[in-house]
Each structure stands twice: as structure tokens, then as C-alpha cells.
């Protein structure tokens, strides 16, 4: 089923417009036909292109840290459990 969008979806454009190594804005992480085709693409799309610049700025910002500061699978602590001494 297709939400309704009520508002326009604004572009993710910040003004730094260049491309990078992999081929998206190193401002908006849109594709360059995400940014051609923008104004004509239906709001369900560009909901979709808006989510996966999210991941896209996400996964650069993990690509620059060092790798020790990668947590590859963090664990979850529970704030309900009982803490045990060692």
C-alpha cells in the first residue's frame, strides 16, 4: 500500500555539491540521476532516496574511523538485568 504524503519531501541538498570517489554528492549522498531527475520523481521515491542517503552518509562516516574504533557486533546491555560482581 502507498503512503500518502501530506508535506512536499524538501531535496536533501546542503550546497556542497561535488561529487566523490564513489559517484554520490559528497553533500547529500544522492546519485547524480537522484539529483537530475529530483523534482520529477513521485514523493515514494524520493522518501526512498532520502532513507538511502541516510545509510550512505552513515556507512562514509564508519569507512573514515579507524578500524579499532569499529564495533562489528556491539552487544546490547540491558538496564533491567541484575548487576553482578565479579
Not at 547524480?32 to 529530483?38: F, G, K, N
Amino acid at each position: 500500500m502507498r503512503q500518502i504524503e501530506i508535506f512536499d519531501i524538501t531535496s536533501p541538498c546542503i550546497g556542497v555539491c561535488q561529487s566523490g570517489p564513489t559517484g554520490y554528492c559528497l553533500g547529500c549522498y544522492r546519485s547524480r540521476d537522484e539529483r537530475l531527475h529530483w523534482i520529477k520523481l513521485p514523493q515514494d521515491v524520493q522518501s526512498k532516496i532520502v532513507k538511502a542517503c541516510v545509510m550512505r552518509k552513515k556507512r562514509a562516516a564508519l569507512s573514515k574511523l579507524p578500524k579499532a574504533q569499529k564495533v562489528t557486533n556491539p552487544q546490547q546491555i540491558s538496564w533491567l538485568d541484575e548487576e553482578q560482581d565479579p
